[in-house]
């Protein structure tokens, strides 16, 4: 199992605690489609792009997004997708919202404000993405490590509607501000949950938490461990890779 290094920190800097999230106690409609907030056009984008190895215009391609752990940047797609896949997706990663002191990363702040943000760039990634790219609308997957796990899970619980798939490698279920509010649209979302035995950012028992947090809500979802600590591996980015081609192809069989 190689551990894959990123420009960020080497262990999670995932808090404990998440009561300043963002607070999503009010029900959106029913016909929402995307996050409500926008961007302002005229800045700077917050994202990378990366293109599948011998694109193919005429075919609709998965779309991946990644979000980076703290100390993290977008940067880090391209070290990234060659070892989840040059082939199969269009991926984008998102930038975090909040600056790390003494660091060239990002972080994704627990703070209404940022949470809102997060959701804003998002957005703008799969925006970004479909302008560019042939993107398959219905096999969009929100994918994150540590912090950016969590904050995935907050994303794709939020507006299930979106998304194809969640993934969290080492990244707990938020605990506070509703995050399962709109939990009978959301029971049919697939998740994947990613962790280490050895990790101090997400130990068992917190793992174990939110397994039947999950579980007692109705949610049906994979469960991934691996030996060590908090690194990033290849052998988790493979079987990230094929957890999702298993979603794509489960999807194409119940259509045809």
């Known amino acids: 199992m190689n551990r894959l290094h990123t420009s960020k920190a080497s262990s999670f800097q995932l808090s404990s605690q998440f009561d300043s999230l963002l607070s999503f106690n009010k029900q959106p409609s029913t016909k929402t489609k995307a996050a409500p907030r926008r961007r302002d056009r005229a800045a700077a984008p917050h994202y990378a792009l990366f293109a599948p190895l011998h694109y193919e215009r005429g075919y609709a391609y998965p779309l991946l997004i990644w979000l980076h752990d703290d100390g993290g940047s977008e940067r880090e797609l391209r070290q990234l997708m060659p070892h989840v896949s040059v082939r199969n997706y269009v991926a984008a990663a998102a930038r975090g919202v909040g600056g790390e002191s003494g660091r060239h990363g990002y972080s994704w702040e627990h703070c209404p404000d940022s949470a809102a943000e997060a959701s804003d760039r998002v957005t703008e990634c799969i925006e970004a993405a479909k302008r560019r790219f042939n993107v398959h ?32 490698i080492g990244g707990a279920m938020p605990r506070r501000d509703a995050p399962l509010n709109r939990v009978k649209e959301a029971r049919g979302l697939p998740i994947l949950l990613a962790s280490c035995r050895d990790s101090e950012a997400y130990p068992q028992a917190e793992v174990v938490s939110d397994l039947r947090l999950l579980h007692s809500a109705g949610f049906s979802l994979a469960l991934r461990q691996y030996p060590g600590d908090d690194e990033l591996t290849t052998a988790m980015l493979s079987d990230m890779d094929r957890w999702m081609m298993e979603r794509i192809s489960a999807t194409a069989a119940t259509v045809s």
């Open 137 to 168: 609308a219905d096999r969009i997957f929100l994918a994150g490590q540590g912090s950016g796990g969590t904050m995935a899970l907050r994303l794709a619980l939020r507006y299930p509607q979106l998304f194809a798939g969640v993934i969290s």
